[in-house]
């Protein structure tokens, strides 16, 4: 999604601001967020958190929870969560006696009901959302990356739209039913450049003026947005804050368990090594299988034009279950 002219700012200034964000020490990034959680409090009546079950938002969480012991608390259940995620939410929900909601997608908006319809998740947002755009519409346009050009061609049916149901529309229901007017999350600046652009171009807290509905908005605060990854982990160690057991288990990130976006770095090598029959099931007994090994079978026979690609694209070709 291109930069909003209004609001865009410079680039090269807001990587310098971060990078000195980042250098600071853990206490004095500590201090900040709960200076900017407590201008939050005293701005706004009814503040919620919406919690993944991830470690950075169980951070933002504790720190909430640090001032508003009972703040509500939204947590999406996308109906293809890890096995290890629904277990560390029931727990961690019980153990801090958390005042929880849980979201879910609704009747017939399920991963196994948007994806033959919009397609699938894979390759990445920008990757899917670029590919799924130029087949719909039938313009491949010259600005588009060697991999999406093929993947267009081929007309693979792929789309980042299955966050909007699953994730986003659910935790507005809840956020509107509870009538919050400001929801906390754990976004890291550090964790991608387009979160990067996010923070340079709005900071960690701002209004999104179209949020439920065209003229009703909502007030968005990341407080751990200026947070490392190192900080993370050394504030869990600190407060012995539990987490997930996927992560001992090399994901990077907790979601759900079908999802390709990250299938160049891994994602589902992962999955094949940690839910071997999970991984099976995806491959061989559904629709998103069936395109993955499209893609495979595509981007095997563009290898001579990909060349400069394969280190990337080298663990998609792997997943082939003739190795089984």
Request: hydrophobic fraction near 35%; glycine fraction near 6%; proline fraction near 6%.
């Amino acid at each position: 999604m291109p930069r909003p002219a209004l609001i865009r700012k410079d680039m090269g200034q807001g990587w310098k601001e971060l990078y000195k964000f980042w250098e600071w020490s853990l206490d004095r990034k500590v201090e900040y967020s709960h200076e900017l959680l407590d201008s939050v409090f005293e701005n706004h009546k009814q503040p919620v958190v919406c919690w993944s079950g991830g470690k950075d938002s169980a951070v933002a969480l504790h720190l909430a929870r640090q001032r508003r012991p009972d703040i509500p608390v939204i947590y999406v259940d996308s109906g293809v969560e890890f096995p290890e995620t629904v277990e560390f939410v029931n727990f961690l929900a019980d153990s801090w006696n958390l005042n929880i909601t849980i979201a879910k997608p609704k009747e017939g908006e399920g991963f196994w009901d948007i994806g033959p319809k919009y397609g699938w998740p894979i390759f990445g947002k920008n990757i899917a959302s670029n590919v799924e755009r130029a087949v719909r519409t039938g313009n491949i346009r010259p600005q588009m990356s060697l991999l999406e050009r093929v993947l267009a061609e081929k007309k693979m049916h792929i789309s980042a739209r299955c966050s909007e149901f699953l994730q986003e529309n659910p935790s507005k229901e809840v956020e509107k039913l509870l009538q919050a007017d400001v929801k906390i999350i754990g976004l890291r600046s550090a964790e991608s450049r387009a979160r990067a652009r996010l923070w340079v171009d709005y900071g960690d807290y701002y209004f999104v003026k179209r949020y439920f509905r065209r003229h009703e908005g909502m007030w968005k605060v990341n407080p751990i947005a200026i947070w490392t990854e190192k900080d993370i982990w050394k504030y869990h160690q600190i407060h012995e804050i539990p987490y997930c057991k996927l992560y001992d288990k090399g994901y990077p990130r907790n979601g759900c368990w079908p999802c390709a976006m990250g299938v160049r770095s891994g994602q589902l090598q992962r999955l094949r090594a940690n839910h071997p029959e999970l991984f099976k099931y995806l491959i061989l007994q559904t629709e998103m299988g069936k395109e993955l090994l499209k893609a495979t079978v595509v981007l095997s026979q563009s290898i001579g034009t990909l060349s400069s690609q394969l280190k990337d694209l080298k663990p998609l070709l792997e997943i082939y279950p003739g190795s089984f």
